[in-house]
């Protein structure tokens, strides 16, 4: 049997989309990062915004390979369908990677078995994902700048096996968006500032990925997120099919589970999460600004109790919270804790809280 259709037939097996290129570099790739970054539009993020000479260029890390072979694997599962409020964003909700794992294996095993040097890569600063998804035709370029096929829209997750392989590349998609822009318009913080560029400083998926405070300016735009955001995904049409041949979740993860976890369980959890250090602080963090938005004064308990932190930066967020959710007994914990609070990021927190009312 051919290669391809040996590893194809491997891609099927798994709902997966596949294609091969080769390891040209990326030369319009590597100028739109570059200016992302002078712009600043890559915020915190570091992946391939950190290195895009090395990322736009596959022979600068894989000097011994001859191709790429890609694939596009769904991930949706029954409980995925369209909801009103999501707390976790799909792809991070379980261990949505163990498919592509998978695929990826099996088609690593073919190349092994036929005497080829090959290596899987996903999520690695060295390779475009997206880029040659692209250009292999397993995807088209989407505004929202993912990647989108034709069956599942934008609910993919892209892989790679790098091998010495020699084959023939297969041919990029004709398909564009077209005229459609629903994605623009659905980002809650208009961080897709034009076609297929976006601000992650914007981006709630991101924010809530960084380290450190995040921008009081972009806590309330959160709103019960505590993971990743779906917005501009669920607005895609060409995986509208999908999304809605699946019930909603039934149980989703509330910030109020996540502030009552110990860390040992909030990092079990959590483990599928990309999380800075794999600090659980920060997802504490996003679980405190979710909490804030909810309004519920039933919540104010355990957000005093959060004023008290240790960490300034829970005792800070959790101050916002308090505020955000207002009345009279926020107000009393306000002027109870600020008189005993000395740590100035805490303070500060607590002063604007207050100032808002």
Same mark, same amino acid.
């Given at each position: ?24 570099? /990326? ?14 539009y890559?915020?915190?993020l ?10 736009s260029?596959p ?27 999501r ?9 949505r ?48 700048t ?11 997750l ?18 564009t ?16 500032v ?6 992650a ?26 993971y ?26 509330t ?19 990309y ?6 602080? /920060? ?12 309004g519920?004064a039933?919540?104010?308990?355990m ?11 829970l ?9 955000h ?15 005993n609070?000395?740590?100035i ?13």
């Amino acid at each position: 049997m051919d290669l391809l259709e040996s590893l194809a037939a491997i891609a099927r097996d798994g709902s997966a989309t596949i294609g091969v290129t080769d390891l040209e570099p /990326f030369p319009e790739e590597r100028r739109a990062i570059h200016e992302q970054v002078a712009k600043g539009y890559n915020g915190s993020l570091s992946f391939t915004y950190a290195a895009p000479d090395v990322a736009s260029n596959p022979r600068a890390s894989f000097p011994w390979a001859a191709s790429i072979v890609v694939v596009a694997v769904p991930y949706l599962i029954d409980g995925d369908g369209e909801s009103e409020h999501r707390s976790v964003a799909r792809f991070a909700d379980g261990d949505r990677y163990a498919g592509l794992r998978v695929v990826l294996g099996g088609l690593s095993d073919v190349l092994e078995h036929r005497g080829h040097r090959n290596e899987i890569v996903f999520d690695d600063d060295r390779l475009l994902d997206r880029a040659v998804a692209i250009r292999s035709g397993v995807t088209w370029r989407g505004k929202s700048t993912m990647g989108l096929t034709p069956r599942y829209g934008p609910w993919i997750l892209i892989g790679s096996v790098v091998t010495s392989a020699e084959m023939e590349p297969t041919e990029p998609m004709t398909r564009t968006c077209g005229t459609c822009d629903a994605c623009l318009p659905a980002c809650p913080t208009g961080a897709i500032v034009s076609p297929g560029v976006l601000d992650a400083r914007r981006c709630i998926a991101a924010i809530l990925q960084s380290r450190g405070a995040i921008e009081e300016d972009m806590r309330a735009a959160i709103g019960g997120r505590i993971y990743g955001c779906d917005d501009c995904l669920t607005a895609c049409p060409p995986g509208q099919t999908v999304l809605v041949s699946l019930s909603p979740e039934k149980q989703p993860l509330t910030p109020g589970d996540v502030l009552a976890l110990s860390d040992r369980d909030l990092a079990s959890v959590t483990e599928h999460w990309y999380v800075p250090s794999r600090s659980i602080r /920060f997802v504490r963090r996003n679980a405190l600004v979710a909490l804030g938005n909810t309004g519920d004064a039933s919540h104010l308990g355990m957000l005093a109790g959060y004023m008290g932190h240790h960490d300034s930066l829970l005792a800070g967020h959790a101050a916002w919270a308090v505020g955000h959710i207002g009345g009279d007994v926020a107000h009393s914990i306000c002027e109870l804790v600020l008189a005993n609070e000395e740590r100035i990021s805490v303070v500060s927190e607590i002063k604007a809280a207050m100032a808002a009312w």
